[in-house]
């Protein structure tokens, strides 16, 4: 299956529909069609059949779609079908919570480095991999060819510690910390602010209130 360079949009989209086939799966449901992956995830059955379409034909017309070889086309599609390895830079609470969640949660990725650098939590265990001293990153990056890395630590660290993960060959980053990161055009990065995210429910509150007021 040739590999095409999709809007971010669909990408966005795709872990969603997994994660249902994964559940389907588990429950022995062998065929979902459009209209039920419709209800179970808020977007439109035609949204749906473009974005898988987009990919090429995985349903068929009047049936559905196979949910074990959907599954497995999309896990092919997001390059989830190997062995995928990712590290958390920063252990705080944040970075320990996400990274707990990823090695108990996630069957697709596994977590194969945690790293700080205070004394406080280097040697600590979670789920049973040892949080590092951020030295050992490189080492960790390069013997497992990491690719995709979490980076959950104060702004003004950042841009070294992503720097560092560029020159050992991470190609993308799903970033936490509420800086903007330069990296080169090949590199990837995924900005989460969880104030932005916060603050900007605050409109929805504002917005039922004045409706109730009209």
Do not use: W
């Amino acid at each position: 299956m040739p590999r095409r360079n999709a809007p971010f949009s669909i990408i966005r989209r795709l872990p969603i529909y997994l994660r249902i086939l994964d559940n389907l799966i588990k429950k022995d449901v062998d065929i979902i069609s459009s209209r039920t992956l419709s209800s179970r995830t808020g977007f439109t059955a035609e949204q749906i059949r473009k974005d898988l379409a987009y990919f090429g034909a995985f349903g068929t017309r009047g049936t559905g779609y196979n949910t074990v070889y959907l599954r497995d086309k999309l896990l092919k599609i997001i390059g989830l079908d190997k062995t995928n390895h990712t590290v958390v830079i920063g252990s705080g609470h944040l970075g320990t919570a996400f990274g707990r969640y990823i090695l108990m949660k996630n069957p697709y990725i596994r977590v194969v480095g945690m790293f700080d650098v205070s004394n406080e939590v280097i040697g600590k265990k979670v789920e049973g991999l040892t949080i590092e001293h951020i030295d050992r990153l490189p080492a960790v990056v390069e013997e497992y060819k990491v690719k995709v890395a979490i980076l959950t630590i104060p702004s003004a660290k950042a841009q070294p510690i992503v720097n560092q993960l560029v020159n050992s060959g991470v190609t993308a980053i799903l970033n936490f910390a509420p800086t903007k990161l330069n990296v080169p055009e090949h590199v990837h990065v995924h900005n989460i602010d969880l104030t932005i995210e916060l603050q900007s429910l605050f409109y929805y509150t504002v917005f039922e209130e004045e409706k109730d007021l009209i």
